[in-house]
């Protein structure tokens, strides 16, 4: 492997890693905003924050899957060898089907779905 390739891999590890680490901040700031929104709708008597907890949730889960869609966009592209001269050009291409599969992917799924949950139950039961 020469000096270019070496950067170029390199380059890529950290772009896939930024990426994951925006991913788990993101599950990070929903948990503590999700979980504030339906606390204050139980501790108030007030469905509303629980339907406000919707909006966040949705938010959240669009984007949490989107990081986790160029993650593995870039995955890919780490995977290819460089073309002659373009070495360091890391294009991706988002379609709407890796960002669904990103979406409802078992590292995203499981947390989003049950906040939706969670709040419509709450919602409903006021």
């Known amino acids: 492997m020469n000096d270019l390739q070496l950067k170029r891999v390199e380059l890529l590890q950290n772009i896939i890693t930024r990426m994951a680490q925006n991913s788990f901040t993101i599950k990070g700031w929903a948990v503590t905003v999700l979980t504030a929104l339906l606390a204050f709708s139980n501790k108030d008597s007030d469905r509303w924050f629980a339907v406000y907890a919707l ?54 799924i499981p947390l989003y779905a049950f906040a939706v949950m969670m709040a419509m139950l709450m919602a409903h039961n006021r």
Do not use: I
Not at 73 to 93: I, M
């Open 55 to 108: 909006y966040p949730a949705v938010a959240f889960w669009g984007l949490d899957a989107y990081y986790l869609m160029q993650e593995r966009l870039f995955r890919d592209l780490s995977k290819q060898p460089a073309e002659n001269g373009r070495e360091f050009e890391f294009k991706t291409k988002p379609t709407v089907g890796a960002f669904l599969k990103a979406a409802f992917s078992l590292t995203v």
